[in-house]
């Protein structure tokens, strides 16, 4: 399956993502993930990303774009994969589109995560990432059990640069401006299924698996 998980930040759509992959034995690919690794490396296209990424803006469509074709072009996701954070515009879909018709392929189901922005900043500003494995924890409502230290592997927890009030503000009103657009555009070609992201995990991903209509586990 070919599907695209669009939604605000902090909605959940990596812990999602995670699920899925298994589920559906295709690669999750998040465009931020790739975006950061660019950025550790300091490659050309790291450095031009950060200014736009740190600031909680879009980092410019073609940039973007090639990246994840050329990630898509990889054999692990011949027979399918799962978008995280990609597209984000109209026009990253139509070039995603275009790649996608090239190689006679095109996306199966596009999932809508909906959360109301209060919830949001409160995830996204309590929110800590382990250095080591990438698990997520929350300060207030699921902090580690050693101050600072991953309970799962001991590593450093760290904040990534883009969780800062300010920067999440930032990072919803672009998403209502840029991205919430989109919405439209997959519902006009009959793909788009939305998904309430409030609950806990297990509940979202059963209304996740109703509305791609695959048996919850
Ligand atoms: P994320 O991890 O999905 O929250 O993305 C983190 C940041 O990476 C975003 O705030 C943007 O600056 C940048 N980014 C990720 N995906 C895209 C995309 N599809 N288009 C433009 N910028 C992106």
């Known amino acids: ?32 993930d790739l975006l950061r690794a660019e950025i550790r490396e300091g490659t ?10 740190d600031a909680g803006e879009l980092v ?22 799962l978008l995280d954070g990609f597209p984000r515009t109209v026009r990253q879909a139509e070039l995603l589109e275009e790649s996608l018709a090239e ?12 959360m109301p922005d209060d919830e949001i900043v409160q995830r996204l500003t309590g929110r ?7 698990t997520t924890v929350h300060m207030v409502f699921s902090p580690p059990r050693v101050p600072g230290q991953c309970d799962e592997c001991g590593n450093e927890l760290t904040r990534r640069a883009d969780d800062t009030e300010e920067t999440v503000l930032r990072r919803l009103a ?26 806990a995990v297990s509940e979202v991903t059963d209304r996740m698996c109703a509305a791609l209509s695959l048996m919850t586990p």
């Open 1 to 32: 399956m070919r599907i695209v998980l669009i939604g605000p930040p902090g909605a959940g759509k990596g812990t999602q993502a995670r699920f899925l992959t298994e589920r559906l034995s295709v690669p999750a690919i998040s465009s931020g």
């Open 44 to 53: 050309p296209l790291g450095q031009l990303a950060k200014q736009h990424t």
């Open 60 to 81: 410019p469509d073609e940039l973007t774009t090639t990246m994840v074709t050329h990630r898509l072009g990889e054999p692990d996701a011949a027979a399918g994969f």
């Open 103 to 114: 190689g006679e392929t095109a996306l199966d189901a596009v999932l809508a995560f909906d």
């Open 128 to 134: 800590r990432i382990c250095s080591g494995c990438g």
């Open 174 to 199: 672009v998403y209502a401006e840029q991205t919430v657009p989109l919405l439209q555009w997959y519902a006009d070609r009959g793909l788009l299924l939305r998904v309430d992201a409030l609950g």
